[in-house]
């Protein structure tokens, strides 16, 4: 079963995610190489139906990866999506993963990675992959710190290998909550603590509709009191200056309803995912166009960020390719015509050509760019499609550590094919040379370095992101 209108969506600590475009299945892609088995038959267990386990409807093998292929139940999210929650939502959510306990009781290991967890507001939570003995696991961690983890990135919206790896300088910008979590000692220190900031998120939600349902009834009383006022004041001239200084309050005190009104539908629409309503009543509060754009940007609707805010384009950009969307830069367009427009409409012209990684016109716009960041990206793509030629010339116009390091590691292991494809001439039953056995071990020497220098390549290039 292959999932159809497959997309590129994301990764977790094994592999690749592809989610076909209506949401109904979602595949794993883990290299071959991770398993210990000789046939599909032996991961036959993780096809039981297990309770809080989306189902596994297919698993497949090509030549070099093993696809697992999983039901995702209708109007569930990857819980990657939670960060644009109300933080209700988010400790409601974190909740129920602290209660369930899912490590403790399952005997297969089970992802906590959020690109593997799908949810449903406001408790409703499922996992995906789990792993027989033979499957590729994590042991680095203990199930508290995963826990911790996966806790830190729901309310922060840090990646989960920053919560992970990075707790100190977390624990520099966090809240008081997350504080506290950073150093619980325990599953059930992590979930009396959200449990505690759950009940009182979920009262002060509570207490602003009966305060706001007090106000209009409030408001109700008063006005008919005050009309009563009014009309007596109508008849008795000497009340004017009393029935208007009432009028003025009625003035305000409606302002001030119709402002906790506004901020409750503001919340509503957020909600229910309804940005071109929350933007209208932000607008209608006075908020700028910039603060309007970040609304948009936070919740994903990078065309309408960049039409309020046409400055936030490098910011856009970044972000689908630090999500691996960049194949959706192609479909951001200008509809502005000021200045601000025009200038970044000429950047987003060479961004979509390198996304699109359309060649004729990336040497046509080589020459007349000036735009560092737009410069790396067309180097990275160069690389990507092993053109070192293209990469390099872009280097000498745009010097760059991690542009060189991607050249230098695309080099190294095209070098390590290289030998491994003449270790392979060389090892056939037919060649008959006496120095075989010498020349093969010379090759095999070779791809021993080379793959150390990679190994030191590579790290260089996490450290430096």
Known sequence: ????????????????????????????????????IDSLTELATIKEDKPRFLPVVAIEESEKHIQITYQVVE??????????????????????????????????????????????????VYYTYRATERMPQEQLHSNLERYRALTLSILSGLTYEQCLNQKETIFKG??????AVITANSREEILA?????????????LQTGVTHQKRNNKRILVLCVV???????????????????????????????AKKQAEKDYVEAM??????????????????NTEIADMYFQSGQYQQAMNQNPALLETIIEKLYADDHQSKIVDLVFTSKTKEADKANKKLTIEKAIAAYDVPTLQQDLAFLEDEKTGLRMGLAYVEHNDSLAANDVYEKFPSKKLKNAM??????????????????????????????????????????????????KAAKTKEE
Request: net charge positive.
């Open 193 to 205: 603590l959200i449990t505690e900031a759950n009940n009182h998120v979920t009262y002060e939600v």
């Open 1 to 36: 079963m292959i999932v159809k209108s497959k997309t590129k969506f994301t990764s977790f600590e094994f592999g690749a995610i592809h989610q076909d475009e209506e949401k109904e299945t979602v595949q794993f892609e883990l290299p071959k190489t991770q398993f210990r």
């Open 271 to 288: 909600t229910n995912k309804d940005y071109t309503a929350a933007a209208k009543l932000m607008k209608k509060a006075g908020k700028s």
């Open 174 to 179: 966090s809240t008081e909550l997350m504080k």
């Open 408 to 457: 230098d590691i695309k080099d190294t292991e095209n070098q390590i094919e290289q030998a491994k494809n003449e270790l392979k001439k060389i090892n056939v039953p037919t060649n008959k040379d006496k120095n075989k056995a010498q020349k093969m071990k010379i090759q095999q020497d070779a791809i021993n370095r080379l793959t150390n220098t990679l190994a030191t390549l």
């Open 227 to 257: 009309s009563l006022c009014l009309l007596l004041g109508a008849v008795v001239v000497t009340n004017h200056v009393s029935a208007k200084g009432n009028q003025l309050k009625i003035t305000e005190m409606e302002k001030r309803l």
């Open 75 to 124: 109007n569930t999210e990857m819980l990657l999506h939670v960060k644009n929650e109300l933080e209700a939502v988010k400790l409601a959510i974190a909740k129920t993963i602290l209660e369930q306990d899912v490590l403790a009781e399952t005997e297969q290991y089970v992802s906590l990675h959020p690109a593997t967890i799908y949810y449903k507001p406001m408790s409703s």
